[in-house]
């Protein structure tokens, strides 16, 4: 694999990156991910935004322009013949000496970015037959509205959902769900998508907001609020959303079968939507 490493492109085994980082010292840094259909980019801009963001509110500075970042995605596609897939975006607020304080603000940033291949990303069987979820406490930081590189509790939450023989987990604060380990979790009643309002205590996923859109345009009723893990096992489909995993149904929470326990109308119809309105608008 060719990757990206602070204006270079060189094969993943030559890439190199300070032992100094402060993304490796201090998981001082944020990513994106946003996914490759058949070769093209899909919601580059939300994605290109977001990263904005999330490199504002922790005042590190914007290391490339949108228009740059876009090439950058385009070679890696065209050098690693990338069909179906994720780029990732890792940017750190650079190497320096070991301190708590922030190293100069003229201190370059490090600028990652590496593609993984997934053939039939958006025909993956799991879409067929829906995810089993368990609930786990919520005890990340309170910033989740940021999208850092501080995944390790969303790395053990996988690892619970795996040893319980679920395939993810949804978390919970103040007996409501938040969201997913690595997505955005909904239910629907009587014809209803419900989920969980933006605030400092969810990503606001780029597929998120694309998915509540084609469903307002659809005429579906949405209603932006918590929801606890009951009120999710009594209703009527369950899924959830990610640059990677798109509309993704689930079918089973702690144990408990939601609605027929397989994957739902709305979850279903909103999978294909998403999927044919954001492969027109791939760049
Ligand atoms: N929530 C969390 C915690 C995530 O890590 C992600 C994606 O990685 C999402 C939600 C979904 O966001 P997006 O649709 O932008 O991929």
């Known amino acids: 694999r060719t990757v990206y490493v602070n204006g270079d492109y060189v094969p993943e085994a030559e890439a190199k990156v300070s032992v100094f980082d402060r993304g490796f010292l201090f998981a001082d ?74 190293p100069a603000a003229d201190t370059p940033q490090t600028v990652v970015l590496f593609t993984q291949a997934k053939p039939g990303l958006a025909d993956s069987p799991v879409a067929r037959t829906g ?54 979790a909904y ?11 933006l605030g400092t205590e969810i990503l606001h996923g780029i597929t998120r907001a694309a998915v509540l859109r084609f469903a307002r345009e659809a005429q579906m009723e949405v209603e932006e609020r918590a929801f606890s893990i009951e009120e999710a096992q009594d209703a009527d489909e369950a899924f959830i959303t990610s640059a990677s995993s798109f509309v993704t149904p689930v079918v089973e929470i702690d144990g408990a079968t939601v609605g027929t326990g397989k994957p739902g109308f709305v979850a279903t119809r909103l999978r294909e939507i998403y999927l044919d309105e954001s492969r027109k608008k791939s760049v």
């Open 29 to 102: 840094g944020v990513y994106e991910v946003t996914s490759v259909l058949d070769g093209k980019l899909i919601d580059f801009d939300g994605h290109a935004k977001r990263l904005e963001r999330s490199l504002g509110e922790l005042e590190i500075g914007v290391p490339l322009s949108r228009e740059d970042l876009l090439e950058v995605h385009r070679q890696l596609i065209a050098r690693n013949e990338l069909t179906d897939g994720l780029i990732y975006l890792q940017i750190t607020r650079g190497a320096a000496d070991r301190d708590f304080i922030y």
């Open 131 to 184: 995810l089993k979820v368990i609930s786990i406490d919520d005890i990340r930081w309170g910033r989740r509205d940021i999208k850092t590189v501080q995944l390790l509790y969303p790395s053990m939450g996988k690892m619970m959902a795996k040893a319980a023989g679920a395939d993810d987990a949804w978390m919970v604060e103040d007996g409501v769900v938040t969201e997913g380990t690595s997505n955005n």
């Open 187 to 197: 239910i629907v009643k009587n014809g209803k998508i419900i989920t969980r309002h």
